[in-house]
């Protein structure tokens, strides 16, 4: 039997070390996913509505507070963020935000900074960023196709996007590519998008897609394309081995034997990781998310904005991750068409 979350305190804290941030389960939080803002110069047609209203500035945490919040998190043990969005290139200082997380690599209490972007930015931050001790930045591309790429994201343009990858590249940045897997496109977007990755050297994973958004349920089936129905097209021209190990996030890998390349399969809504789930995710307002598929979330702002004591928001954090969920149970096998599914992220946390 698994102890119920309804402690403040976790019992598992004394197994994994004093002050070491853990859940009712025993699973050691160490990896912290920021979103930093709501807005996005892309509307791809699988995640926003093409007309979005966006959060009022004033529900955002400021720079300060987000820098004030990572660090508490830092601070209780969390050695990787990724920063998000939103596009989170697209907010305002970004970089400075960036520059002051980089005390936490020189210190040694951070292991990895890194960020998930749709690249439209990346050409003019590329450098800075490496600069503030990024070593690694995944970029979402579902198309090499200039005009399926246009329609895709409604208004972004692939060659900007290309630009900021092979800036990434330059500035000395490993790159990760990330596609949402679509029904009636990523069947011959497959290929190309393998092919490309080992010329160019950059890592591919491919996501299952997601009920996000305004998307109704009945155009989000006709999305789906299970990733089980890729992995047998690369069967078809590669032999593929499954790697073992895992990040402790929704990844599963195989390898490419012909090419040796890596390709990642993430499967958001299996919950074959939860076990082993070491993550959560804060929103831009503050709003932390400890599973992804579940709806409960607590509000990190007020504590925030009320605490001075950073030992007070320390126990808000300690307090919420002891009710982390042991995991989620959605799936699209269980969504009817027209029946509900609980949406796995909202505007304020992608
Ligand atoms: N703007 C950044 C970007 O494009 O990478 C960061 C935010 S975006 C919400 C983060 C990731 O979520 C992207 O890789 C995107 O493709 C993915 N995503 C968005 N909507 C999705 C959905 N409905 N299902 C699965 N993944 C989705």
């Given at each position: 039997m698994m102890p119920e979350a309804t402690t403040a305190l976790s019992p598992c804290s004394a197994k994994a070390g004093a002050g070491a941030l853990t859940d009712a389960f025993c699973r050691r939080i160490s990896y912290l996913r920021v979103s930093v803002t709501d807005r996005c110069d892309f509307r791809c047609t699988y995640c926003m509505a093409e007309r979005v209203e966006f959060l009022p500035r004033k529900d955002l945490l400021t720079l300060e507070e987000l820098d004030r919040l990572c660090s508490a998190f830092v601070g209780l043990g969390v050695t990787k963020v990724r920063i998000t969005g939103?596009?989170?290139?697209?907010?305002?200082g970004i970089l400075g935000f960036f520059r002051a997380m980089s005390r936490h690599l020189a210190s040694g209490a951070l292991r990895e900074l890194t960020l998930t972007t749709n690249g439209s930015q990346l050409a003019r931050h590329a450098q800075d960023l490496a600069a503030c001790g990024v070593r690694r930045v995944n970029v979402s591309l579902d198309t090499l196709d200039p005009g399926r790429f246009a329609r895709l994201t409604r208004r972004g343009r692939l060659e900007t996007v290309l630009d900021g990858i092979a800036a990434a590249r330059a500035a000395g940045l490993r790159v990760k590519i990330n596609a949402v897997a679509l029904r009636g496109h990523t069947e011959d977007e497959l290929f190309p998008l393998v092919d490309w990755c080992a010329a160019e050297g950059h890592d591919l994973t491919f996501i299952e897609v997601m009920?996000?958004?305004?998307?109704s349920i009945e155009e989000r089936l006709d999305q789906y394309l299970p990733l089980s129905d890729l992995r047998a097209r690369l069967a078809g021209r590669f032999t593929l081995q499954p790697l073992a190990g895992t990040t402790g996030g929704p990844a599963r890998y195989l390898q490419l034997a012909e090419t040796g390349q890596t390709i990642g399969f993430i499967t958001p809504l299996s919950h074959n990781f939860c076990e082993s789930c070491n993550r959560v995710r804060l929103g831009c307002t503050g709003t932390l998310h400890t599973c992804l598929g579940q709806e409960g979330a607590t509000d990190l702002r007020a504590p925030l904005r009320a605490c001075p004591q950073q030992m007070d928001l320390e126990e808000a954090i300690r307090a919420a991750i002891a009710r982390k969920p042991r995991g989620h149970d959605f799936d699209y096998s269980r969504a009817a068409p027209g029946g509900a599914v609980r949406r796995a992220m909202n505007r304020t946390g992608g």
């Open positions: 939103g596009e989170p290139l697209v907010r305002k009920p996000l958004g305004e998307t």
